[in-house]
């Protein structure tokens, strides 16, 4: 009889964990391109800071090997706004800033012609939505605000398994997260702090994950703790 029990709880977990793990394995990793040393810049002018991006391609995908890898990325230009600087230890402040897309469109163009695309075409474009946090420190710049970044607005069905993988997954009530990270060679901090006009490039790291909205997590979970509580009392 327990272990009738146990093998119901385990096969209820079983069932959440792979819902979960479905969502999670569709995932597109991009860095700055090997042909340039830089792919964002930040332009500060009369008050105001614009970051802009460039050279970044594809080069990591679950499930893999697929045609989207070493695609480029193209993320659109964002204004900065709400500038705040952070004191997070004795000596040490940060700079947090709200990024707001100027155009929202963000692209990948594919580099070869495969699944009915050519290379040059358009695979996939989606809306990044605004207020997203940038936290900056002396030379490295960080965008993890994990939230529901993205609305894919078209495909080409069949290109990519990771991209009709994040169709699949916004039709299922997942978010689409976009998080990156970058350097810069000079004080990035430095040019923020003042906002007296100047521009600053860097590289970058980023990836956009499917992860489930907390209220699917939260529903999710009840149902395993229901279903426990009902099997701890039959």
Do not use: C
Not at 5 to 28: G, Y
């Amino acid at each position: 009889m327990m272990f009738g029990k146990m093998f119901q709880i385990v096969s209820a977990v079983l069932t959440v964990s792979v819902f979960s793990v479905s969502a999670f394995a569709a995932t597109l990793g991009f860095s700055t391109g090997a042909s340039s040393n830089f792919s964002w810049t930040v332009t500060t002018t009369g008050g105001a800071g614009v970051m802009s991006f460039e050279n970044n391609e594809v080069d990591t995908s679950n499930p893999t090997p697929d045609a989207v890898l070493s695609d480029s990325i193209n993320l659109p230009s964002m204004n900065m706004t709400n500038f705040q600087t952070i004191n997070i230890a004795p000596g040490v402040d940060i700079i947090r800033a709200t990024l707001v897309p100027i155009t929202p469109e963000l692209t990948l163009i594919a580099n070869i012609d495969a699944g009915g695309a050519l290379a040059g075409d358009n695979v996939m474009t989606a809306n990044l939505g605004s207020g997203g946090f940038l936290t900056v420190g002396t030379n490295f710049i960080a965008y993890s605000n994990q939230q529901d970044d993205l609305n894919i607005q078209s495909h080409v069905a069949g290109y990519s398994a990771v991209i009709d993988a994040f169709v699949a997954a916004e039709n299922q009530g997942f978010d689409l997260d976009l998080s990156f990270g970058g350097d810069s060679s000079s004080s990035l901090y430095s040019l923020l702090e003042t906002l007296n006009g100047g521009s600053l490039s860097g590289t970058l790291s980023g990836q956009i994950v499917a992860v489930p909205e907390p209220a699917t997590m939260m529903l999710l979970g009840l149902g395993v703790v229901g279903l426990i509580h009902r099997r701890r009392k039959a």
